[in-house]
């Protein structure tokens, strides 16, 4: 039932999406059947790897590739992208650190995984957001960034003066997500630990270690991608 249900909204989004000529109805169905093949798929690994914590860390490492191309793909067509391994290694590996140093986060890999994807996914998603619009709003005011320049600017600032703002609204989502929650949703762990029996006490307190460790990482990345973004590291595309 769950499988028919999940296929007829993946059918509808896909209608809605090419009724409406918004030009992802394709997207949106490549995007809805990869994702059931990629978690038929993870579901099976995680159960074979997470028996060891060293191939627990090893597919951890496998989703932080995936995340760095992922998201400097998405900032940028440039050579640079793989810098976004900086923003998104920022974020998580002190938070990871601190959680298994502090014992909160047990050294078991049927926990250290989905916590690492969670935080990794979040980080690849304020990098991807932050860095596109930085580099976006760097190109759109092209002249401004010269006009800063011209008054005795260094590189850096100019380019940070002209792009700190657009880059910051990459934090609008998981600010909004924090705000709202439990008024408007009910986010996954939450649910996921109701389902799973625990109280709805100990299932808040979890959530909102994970959404307050999220603004953590994700406001690191943000950070990161500016100050790549400002010293070139992170550029638009060469015109050809």
Known sequence: MLGAVTAALLAAAVLVAGRGRLGHGRAVLRAG?????????????????????????????????????????????????PWAALPIGAG????????LATGLLPHRGIVLIP??????????TA????????????????GEVE????????????RLE???????????????????VGLVTLPGAFVGMLLGGAGPVQAGAVQLFVLVALLAVESVAVVAVLELVGRGRLAAAPRG
């Open 115 to 124: 916590v690492a994807g969670i935080l990794i996914g979040g980080a690849m």
């Open 147 to 158: 006009a800063a320049l011209a008054l005795g600017f260094e590189d850096r600032d100019a």
């Open 92 to 99: 998580v590996l002190p938070v990871l650190a601190l959680l």
């Open 33 to 81: 059947l990869r994702a059931a093949a990629q978690l038929a798929g993870v579901a099976l690994v995680i159960a074979w790897l997470a028996g060891s914590l060293w191939t627990s860390a090893l597919f951890v490492l496998v989703m932080f590739g995936v995340a760095v191309r992922t998201a400097g793909r998405r900032a940028t067509a440039g050579p640079g992208w």
């Open 162 to 180: 002209i792009c700190r703002t657009a880059a910051a609204t990459a934090l609008v989502p998981p600010l909004d997500q924090t705000r709202t």
């Open 127 to 142: 990098t991807s957001l932050a860095g596109r619009r930085a580099l976006d709003e760097l190109t759109t005011r092209r």
